[in-house]
């Protein structure tokens, strides 16, 4: 048996359990089996590996992207500039780290991105959005980091005005406000400024439509929700589970 699975803190309604076990059936992989790994502390993982000693590959999500990073023996280069890890290949006891989410989000987002989407405001500041920082920095796409509290090179959210908001065409959601159960809440932004040239991403995708990308759609503005942004990740991790190399 070839045991892979998703590492967090909460997983009761997460992605990657059902697609992953959905694949193996289509592909009649009846060795292979996907488990949701909940850890009260990212400290209890030598214990989880001990525990599922033919465990071969890892995705990890909130809030261990980053917390994870001391227990990896080897990070490919993207995880060393970011510092931030969701995929991990196990091979001989060995951790192995990686990070799919830049290749997910970056072509994912490309499919609505317009000439004048030149900006970016990127709302949160965990391992997430260091994935869309890198990705951005990729598309050569300058952006500005919204956070609840100001520091230096981080806006807070009752910064923003109309000027920062034309400015900026294109806003990413990267916390988790507005994810299942909370759907009533969305970020704290105006979005009285928000205009049909502007294109909201929200890495959530549970609910389908958060209110966020509401707000903006009901100003006319384009929107896209994570769950393409999961499934490319997601083949992503796939593949780098069954190729040998970095």
Known sequence: MKLFGLLGKTLKHSFSKSYFSKKFAEE?????????????????????????????????TIP??????????????????????????????KLFG????????????EKGL?????????????????AVQYALELLDIDFT????????????????NEEIMQEHLLIINTSPVGMFPNVNEAPQIPYEFITPNHYLFDLIYNPEKTLFLQKGEERGAFIANGHEMLVLQAEESWRIWNTESL
């Open 28 to 60: 009649n992989r009846a060795d292979f089996k996907y488990e949701n790994f909940e850890l009260e502390s990212i400290n209890q993982l030598p214990a989880l590996l001990d525990l599922h000693p033919d465990l071969c590959g890892l995705n990890v």
């Open 64 to 93: 261990y992207k980053e917390e994870v990073i001391p227990f990896l023996h080897v990070q490919n280069d993207v995880v060393q500039k970011i510092k931030a890890c969701n995929c991990i290949k196990i091979r001989e006891g």
């Open 98 to 109: 990686f990070n799919t989410d830049v290749i997910g989000f970056k072509q994912s987002l």
């Open 114 to 130: 317009k000439p004048h989407h030149q900006k970016a405001l990127i709302l949160g500041t965990g391992g997430a959005a260091k």
């Open 145 to 160: 980091i919204v956070s609840r509290t100001k520091k230096e090179g981080i806006l807070s959210y009752k910064e923003l």
